[in-house]
């Protein structure tokens, strides 16, 4: 009767691979459910005729036809909407934006690196820092260090993520900071191509998107661990004479960080569907800023290829949350 | 007389929370010898509890303020350093606790959690420290121990876990076990089994026990002597059969009438004097029991009695003013059945209502 | 060209990207900077433009070619708003102009230093129009060469070919049917051959019309449209969706100076020699001064525009942003400059109650504050108020009136004068000058700044009685699903935010479009105020048709006076677009464009 959680691989066959198949296929469904969802959202809400626009302020009504014809926008809307699916699914097809003619798919596919470059390294900061934080605030309640944590958690958490990258460019940046130390905005490179110019372009958009972040870590990090603290199993590991630090880290600290898991999970699946205000404002070639403009445009392939990429993170990050769940905490049963 | 294995005097302990100082503990004074079995009893809020993690040094991370000795093998567990008590802890004082359903760590499989206590003191190997939580868990009657030993708390019923926290504590063969109220949590056929094992354990390993609990009837069959604990001081303290015999605190008799019987509902015993204890935040400097106490009648000092041996028994201590001889007619009343009132009115005392009016 | 969606929506979304600091008061600090006397650079306050007036003076920078500037460098563009369509014949917005020009020769093109003078580009010489305005010849050069990979000397049937494609579905050209629908066959053609554009040889091109029009296309031949195409090469691929030639500009065959060498939409642009072009040998006056252009698309435009100031050899390609522009101003005035763009105007709808009324209209104008709406979009910097539709610099400004404009009382208080207003409800037939009717619907922006200039304007009509309920939405749905929808003005009685661009520099597309029957079709219509009056829409259809330079704009000038008085919208603001680029660029300004042009920018040593 023991059981193997901890290794997932070991685990083929086993009510935890039915569960993530499980979980896989309700993810098309929800995939599905999610992109109808945005498709008659967009037609349900007045924006834009694409057609219209597309076609030009002068067009006339037959130019402007010629156009919805192309674009695919004068058949029956149920009939646009399996053709787009079945695209997707036959094709890795997600059609091609309404303001540039650009290829939706090659759009997502080649921001997606800096996208994930972006919130996977951040989210490590914020992981580290907050987490940290939060274990020292939580150590010493009401100590000198915790009032100055706490109090700059919550200027971390209500600084404007745009107006602190001005800011920060303002002191720093190499053609106007006060001092020249980071790189122009739009200096990018994938890791692939310039390991450097990756990490000097995206080390400040990492702290600062990481910084709200890691102000809500800590604060959740500490008032988890002092509620933990309280509990009667870390007053046994206590009684049993075990080293404070062995307490805290192995006791406390294991059983505290578990909401952490699930926040970080679900914060990094969303951060995954682009860091829109980041991406913007040091130029960063990502998915953020790709979604809002096509939000601002009313571009539906765009849109449509964003939401799908955003949910499918989103699920993916639920699945892997309640997998690890059920890795750290014994008590959990994927079923 | 031997040493005691544990001499805790005048020990106080104040817990500062937001709206004051919690003084849990004032001056409570004991001994364990060793080998023996001392029951502390008391209801809820006495302090019982506060008074044993403060002598394991478990109040120090509250930020307790704490005074008077612990003397232990020749140390003052007040001012031992962390790392002395650390040793300490766990070792040679062991403790189980209240409930054993919070107190596992509910991530960590059980024979994990009893090789960690070993080898936290003893440099054995993996392997030893196993083989020593499967004897363990066998020890303490858990069926097939050496599968057992790799599941997780929550596969165990609550008296299972018990017994796992009690095979945890007993791992470095400790001089003393403190065992704090170890079955309240759990239903009444589990807690006697618990009782049993506890007590065959005792007489096996011969080491002290120091048992807290609600309930005098618990303490009854396996203490040798008894503390009864009130407001965070000691009240009354005496071997087991004199206090049974021959109680002599107000609050013990309440206690005492509160013993379950088969013909009462089970929980009347846990408020056996009408009242609520008082605010361990603002001490009066009075008997703290006066308030609720029915013999109050005329008696009483302006000050807190002193805890003095009975004349003529050195070992039977109890912190009251009433005459012994009052004390003795009053006794007889309760014994014969009279409630309270009309024993404190058998004695000729005017109730309390009576005498403010 | 018109405020194109595109255009606006990205501004918008600068807008909010920047709602951080314009909280923080960005928006007004650009407003004071620029109407306080900042850094010794004074900028008037009155109603007088600080833009092409103060270029003049010396006092920002002055965008005109000269003699030294010097060959070779690479020059670094950035461009937030990024590109929409660089396919030539799709193109219909300022930024893809910026490419599509130096990329393609079109068959004429202005000078840069004088917008009025049209200089033959691909063809040899103007254009000729038939006495009766039904036929334009225009003989093309025989020496251009098509670069890499068809790399063959550019004949008429390739300009032919590059105009038919325009009415290709996966072309769809904007303003054909403005300006080429009178070709005979056009209204018939999808992309195929069209019967009234004849080469009657390899140099020639003939376009026969159906409507005297020849003098408004002969203008309109500056338009990117009239790219020549390689016919074999270019059309099987017109016939896929989405266009190969726009999702991968880089098949484009060139016969400009630059060719695109790779384009990453959203990403980034690069521009490079084009090496089938001669210049001068073959005619091209342009001396396309640097080597290389890369443009880094994306970011945000208030970082650029501070990132380029202080940054060798880089130029922005977007309208800069009015934070930036007050800080160039203070710090940095040789590196920014103003053109002249369009107007902007709050249309009527003048076939609706009360707003058909001229009174009523005469008004809504005369209490309308302009000052403070300009105040709202960034105040003086932004441009001169407009008193009426032609805007300084288009041909017809200055027979209209010019700066003095019409002499319409109702327009000339830029703060609004409310005695005169109340004169004109009384007219109306309103007793004590006050509006007593139901309150009026006007669709606004949710987006800055249409936002705030639509909360001036309703402010300004309470003060006569006129309550206008706002209907919020944003800006491409206040003109795609109201302001060009005939059928929807029947529920909305004004549209604040519209304003126009002219395609090409002339007086015809900044009136026909927008203030004649021409405007009004069911959707997709640029003339919300419906406003149709017989005799001036006959006037501007005889200045359209006026091939001669002096009485075309006699007559478009005096059509403006005519549409002023009859107040079918009223003009508030006459645009001027800055454009910043960073030390060591000298930059020029394709005036038509109001934007730089890269084949005369250089880098200086
Ligand atoms: N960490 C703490 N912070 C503040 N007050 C405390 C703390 N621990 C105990 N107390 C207070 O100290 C007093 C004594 O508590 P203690 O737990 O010792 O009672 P007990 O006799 O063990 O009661 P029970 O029978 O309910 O276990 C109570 O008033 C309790 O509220
Ligand atoms: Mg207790």
């Not at chain 1, 994938?190 to 958009?205: E, I, M, N, R, Y």
Request: neutral net charge; contains cysteine; glycine residues 8%.
């Amino acid at each position: 009767m023991t059981r193997s959680l901890a290794s997932p691989l070991r685990a083929l066959g086993s009510p935890t691979s039915r569960y993530i198949a499980r979980r896989l296929v309700w993810m098309v469904f929800l995939l599905l459910v999610v992109s109808l969802v945005a498709f008659l959202i967009f037609y349900a809400l007045p924006s834009g005729d694409p057609a219209a626009q597309r076609a030009g302020k002068g067009a006339d009504e037959a130019q402007i036809e010629r156009v919805r014809h192309m674009l695919y926008l004068d058949r029956p809307l149920y009939e646009q909407y399996f053709h787009y699916i079945k695209q997707v699914v036959l094709h890795f097809d997600f059609g091609f934006s309404y303001s540039n003619n650009a290829d939706v798919a090659d759009q997502l596919t080649s921001r997606l690196p800096a996208t994930i470059s972006l919130a996977l390294g951040a989210a490590v900061i914020w992981l580290v820092v907050g987490v940290a934080i939060g274990i020292l605030s939580a150590l010493r309640p009401r100590s000198l260090f915790d009032r100055i944590a706490m109090g700059g958690a919550l200027l971390g958490i209500s600084a404007p993520v745009y107006w602190l990258a001005l800011v920060v460019l303002a002191l720093l940046s190499q053609s106007y900071g006060v001092i020249h130390l980071i790189p122009n905005t739009g200096s990018y490179k994938p890791l692939t191509q310039d390991p450097g110019a990756w990490f000097t372009s995206l080390l400040v958009p990492w702290i600062i998107l990481s910084l709200s972040f890691a102000a809500i870590y800590a604060r959740l990090m500490r008032a988890n661990l002092l509620e933990t603290l309280d509990q009667d199993f870390v007053r046994t590991a206590e009684a049993k004479g075990l080293s404070r630090r062995r307490v805290v880290m192995r006791h406390a600290v294991r059983a505290a960080i578990t909401p952490i898991v699930t926040a970080f999970g679900l914060d990094l699946g969303i951060l995954l569907g682009g860091a829109v205000l980041t991406e913007s404002v040091f130029n960063i070639p990502g998915i953020g800023r790709l979604s809002y403009d096509a939000i601002q445009d009313s571009n539906l392939p765009v849109i449509q290829g964003t939401v799908l990429f955003a949910a499918f993170f989103i699920i993916i990050a639920n699945i892997l949350v309640d997998i690890v769940y059920a890795v750290i905490d014994p008590r959990v049963r994927l079923a | 007389m031997t040493e005691p294995l544990l001499d805790v005097r005048d020990l106080r302990t104040a817990i500062p929370t937001e709206d004051g100082d919690v003084h849990a503990v004032n001056g409570v004074s004991f001994t364990v010898e060793p080998g023996k079995v001392l029951g502390v009893v008391g209801e809820s809020g006495s302090g019982k509890s506060v008074t044993m993690l403060t002598l394991m040094g478990l109040t120090r991370r509250a930020g307790a303020q704490v005074s008077g000795e612990v003397l232990f093998g020749g140390r003052d567990l007040v001012t031992a350093s962390d790392r002395e008590l650390q040793r300490i802890r766990g070792n040679e004082i062991a403790m189980i606790f209240q409930d054993p359903l919070s107190s596992l760590h509910p991530f960590y499989r059980v024979g994990a959690q009893i090789t960690e206590g070993i080898r936290a003191h003893r440099d054995v190997t993996k392997k030893q420290a196993r083989a020593r939580a499967i004897e363990l868990l066998g020890l303490v009657g858990i069926p097939k121990p050496e599968q057992r030993v790799d599941d997780y708390p929550h596969e165990f019923s609550g008296g299972m876990r018990q017994r796992v926290m009690i095979a945890m504590a007993l791992a470095n063969d400790p001089k003393l076990l403190i065992a704090d109220e170890p079955t309240t949590a759990l239903d009444v056929t589990v807690q006697a089994q618990i009782l049993a094992l506890l007590e065959r354990l005792q007489q096996e390993l011969g080491m002290a026990v120091v048992m807290i609990t609600h309930d005098l009837g618990v303490v009854a069959e396996i203490a040798d002597d008894i503390v009864v604990m009130y407001a965070g001081r000691v009240v009354e303290q005496a071997p087991v059969e004199q206090l049974f015999r021959q109680p002599r605190h107000p609050y013990t008799w309440g206690l005492l009438r509160s013993i379950p019987r088969l013909d009462l509902p089970r929980d009347v015993d846990l408020v056996p004097i009408e009242g609520r204890p008082p605010s361990l935040i603002h001490l009066t400097g009075r008997c703290s029991f006066q308030p609720r106490c029915p013999y109050v009648g005329g008696c009483c000092g302006e000050q807190d009695p002193t805890l003095d041996a009975v004349a003529g028994n050195e070992q039977h201590r109890v912190r009251c003013d009433m005459p012994e001889e009052r004390r003795a007619r009053v006794w007889d009343a309760l014994s014969a059945g009279r409630s309270p009132s009309e024993a404190a009115a058998a004695v000729g005392i005017t109730s309390a209502e009576e005498d403010a009016a | 060209m018109e405020w194109t969606v595109r255009r606006l929506v990205a501004i918008g979304a600068a807008g909010s990207l920047a709602l951080g600091i314009t909280a923080c008061g960005s928006d007004d600090s650009s407003s004071n900077g620029s109407s306080g006397s900042g850094g010794g650079v004074s900028i008037e306050t009155a109603n007088k433009i600080s833009g092409p007036a103060q270029v003049e003076s010396g006092k920002f920078y002055k965008a005109v070619p000269t003699a030294d500037q010097q060959k070779g460098g690479t020059l670094k563009a950035s461009s937030a708003e990024g590109f929409q369509h660089l396919d030539p014949g799709t193109a219909y917005f300022q930024g893809d102009y910026i490419v599509t020009s130096i990329v393609h020769r079109q068959l004429y093109t202005y000078d840069p230093a004088d917008s009025s003078k049209v200089l033959p580009d691909l063809a040899t010489g103007p254009a000729e129009v038939s006495p009766d305005g039904k036929t334009v010849t225009v003989k093309i050069r025989d020496n251009v060469k098509f670069g890499p990979p068809v790399n063959r000397t550019v004949t008429s049937d390739d300009v032919k070919y590059g105009i038919e494609r325009g009415l290709a579905a996966s072309v769809a050209n904007g303003y054909f049917a403005s300006y080429f629908g009178d070709i005979i066959g056009a209204d018939k053609a999808k992309g195929g051959k069209i019967k009234g554009i004849e080469t009657p040889d390899k140099t020639t091109i003939v376009f026969k019309l159906k409507a005297p029009s020849g003098a408004t296309l002969s203008k309109a031949l500056v338009l990117p449209l009239s790219s020549p195409f390689p016919r074999e090469y270019a059309e099987p691929k017109d016939k896929k969706t989405p266009n190969p030639f726009d999702q991968d500009p880089t098949l484009q065959a060139a016969t400009g100076p630059y060719m695109i060498k790779s384009y990453s939409a959203g990403r980034s642009l690069t521009l490079v020699r084009n090496p089938a072009w001669n210049g001068k040998a073959s005619g091209d006056p342009r001396p396309a001064y640097v080597d290389q252009i890369d443009v880094a698309i994306g970011g945000d435009s208030s970082v650029n525009a501070r990132e380029i100031q202080n940054t060798k050899g880089t130029i922005s390609l977007d309208p800069a942003p009015s934070d930036g522009v007050a800080r160039y101003v203070k710090q940095a005035p040789q590196q920014i400059t103003f053109s002249a763009l369009g107007n902007r105007y709050i249309a009527l709808n003048t076939k609706k109650k009360p707003f058909d009324d001229l009174n009523v209209r005469k008004a809504a104008a005369a209490i309308l504050d302009r000052s403070a709406m300009r105040k709202q979009r960034g105040g003086p910097l932004v441009g001169e108020i407009a008193t009426h539709f032609l805007f300084p610099g288009s041909p017809g400004f200055d027979e209209a009136g010019g700066e003095n404009g019409t002499g319409a009382d109702f327009l000339a208080s830029a703060n609004g004068n409310l005695e005169l207003a109340k004169s004109y409800l009384k007219k109306a037939g309103f007793k004590d000058g006050m509006y007593k009717g139901p309150k009026v619907v006007f669709v606004g922006d949710t987006e800055s700044p249409g936002r705030e200039t639509t909360q001036v304007a309703k402010n300004s009509l309470a003060k006569i009685g006129i309550q206008v309920e706002v209907k919020s939405v944003k800006h491409i749905t206040m003109y795609q699903k109201f302001c060009q929808v005939v059928k929807a003005m029947e529920s909305v009685d004004g549209c604040p935010n519209f304003g126009w661009l002219p395609d090409f520099v002339d007086a015809y597309p900044m009136i026909a479009p927008v203030l004649t029957d021409k405007g009004i079709q069911p959707i997709n219509m640029n003339n919300p105020s419906l406003f149709s009056d017989p005799k001036i829409n006959a006037e501007v259809e005889k200045g359209g048709r006026t091939a001669d330079e002096a009485q075309r704009n006699q007559i478009l000038g005096q059509a403006d006076k005519d549409i002023t008085a009859q107040v079918p919208a009223i003009p508030w603001l006459w645009d001027t677009q800055s454009s910043i680029q960073g030390p060591g660029v000298h930059g020029v300004i394709a005036t038509w464009n109001s934007i730089w042009d890269l084949a005369y920018t250089s880098l200086t040593k």
